[in-house]
């Protein structure tokens, strides 16, 4: 780990993911990255965060959390230790979801909107979403 990177380990509990936000904006004000683009990093991270709590099923009801800087990036990865999903599946049930007019299904989508890179990697050991947001 290099010296400036954050680990954070946060219970699933209502409103945690909010402590997740805290170090994100204190990181990004740290590389110098604007205010509109740390609140961007936020909202993509309560959505993941959310997703999280909502989806994985995981039995230890944790997410683990790393932050990593650059003097080019931000870059958060997160960890739900889940049962993962199958990508396909779940963009197919967004379809459905927005067709019933249901205001969900929007956080993928979201996230891939405020960052600049994601990739999500899901298997049965669980769902790591990592996203990237340039300065
Ligand atoms: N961490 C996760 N673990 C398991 N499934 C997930 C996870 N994140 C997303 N998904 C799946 O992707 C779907 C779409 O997520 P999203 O776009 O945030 O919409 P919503 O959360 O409103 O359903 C979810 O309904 C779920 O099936
Ligand atoms: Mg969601």
């Not at 993509?44 to 965060?49: S, V, Y």
């Not at 249901?102 to 890179?117: S, V």
Request: glycine share 6%.
């Amino acid at each position: 780990m290099k010296t400036d990177d954050v680990d954070l380990s946060i219970p699933m509990l209502p409103d945690m993911e909010l402590t997740a936000t805290t170090v994100a904006e204190s990181l990004g004000a740290f590389i110098g990255l604007e205010a509109t683009k740390i609140d961007e990093v936020k909202m993509a991270l309560i959505e993941a965060c959310i997703n999280a709590f909502e989806h994985s099923r995981s039995h230890e009801r944790r997410i683990d959390l790393s932050f990593k800087i650059s003097d080019k990036a931000l870059t958060i990865t997160i960890s739900d230790g889940g049962d993962g999903f199958n990508m396909d599946d779940a963009l197919r049930r967004i379809e459905e979801k927005r067709d019933k007019g249901e205001k969900r299904g929007w956080g993928l989508t979201l996230i891939a909107e405020l960052m600049d890179e994601v990739d999500i990697a899901s298997s049965p050991s669980g769902t790591l979403v990592k996203m990237s947001k340039y300065r």
